[in-house]
T-cell receptor
Framework: SAVISQKPSRDICQRGTSLTIQCQVDSQVTMMFWYRQQPGQSLTLIATANQGSEATYESGFVIDKFPISRPNLTFSTLTVSNMSPEDSSIYLC???????????FGEGSRLTVL | DAKTTQPNSMESNEEEPVHLPCNHSTISGTDYIHWYRQLPSQGPEYVIHGLTSNVNNRMASLAIAEDRKSSTLILHRATLRDAAVYYCILRDSTGNQFYFGTGTSLTVIP
């Protein structure tokens, strides 16, 4: 199994600012992903964080708005840039080890943009 | 990715079995069927997954129809801690991403 820690767990941000969320896994993992979960909704995949290269973004998400880093096999960051109230959401980091079926999740980072 | 269809919500009495259905009529031969659940204020957690045969683990059982166009997650004895949103997800064996549908919100009645 893998334990995933996210920081911050929650934050209140001003419109127009940017916030970086950190994701730390307690073991090396092959795949890391970032999801968004808006209030009362399901999870939407933002991107796959690729180690040592640019992230792979899903339709509707772009690097300028959600830059992602993954410098090694245990750590990734997601930045939410130039925030607006529509970005208020829970952002979840997840990871897979090898080719097993199981996906592990962090507790999420709840962002409120005023 | 193939889509899944689940009821929006279900209720169960405590200590009774719960059968959570999932339809996936466009499933392909290489799609695995995964179930995750999300307890309130937590990230999703793995429940079970399978390809063709029924599967059992300590949390639940997964019954897969012979034509694989539907599956059922079975909680053998619901507890209050099982109240959560349950997601049925298809993942191609060659793909890495998991795409979540709307899920079923399970309420367990004491």
């Amino acid at each position: 199994s893998a334990v995933i820690s996210q920081k911050p767990s929650r934050d209140i941000c001003q419109r127009g600012t940017s916030l970086t969320i950190q994701c730390q896994v307690d073991s090396q993992v092959t795949m890391m992903f970032w999801y968004r979960q808006q209030p009362g909704q399901s999870l939407t995949l933002i991107a796959t964080a690729n180690q040592g290269s640019e992230a792979t973004y899903e339709s509707g998400f772009v690097i300028d708005k959600f830059p992602i880093s993954r410098p090694n096999l245990t750590f990734s960051t997601l930045t939410v840039s130039n925030m607006s109230p529509e970005d208020s959401s829970i952002y979840l980091c997840s990871a897979r080890q090898g080719n097993t079926g199981e996906l592990f999740f962090g507790e999420g980072s709840r962002l409120t943009v005023l | 990715d193939a889509k899944t269809t689940q009821p929006n919500s279900m209720e169960s009495n405590e200590e009774e079995p719960v059968h959570l259905p999932c339809n996936h009529s466009t499933i392909s031969g290489t799609d695995y069927i995964h179930w995750y659940r999300q307890l309130p204020s937590q990230g999703p957690e793995y429940v079970i997954h399978g390809l063709t045969s029924n599967v059992n683990n300590r949390m639940a059982s997964l019954a897969i129809a012979e034509d694989r166009k539907s599956s059922t997650l079975i909680l053998h004895r619901a507890t209050l801690r099982d109240a959560a949103v349950y997601y049925c997800i298809l993942r191609d064996s060659t793909g890495n991403q998991f795409y979540f549908g709307t899920g079923t919100s399970l309420t367990v009645i004491p």
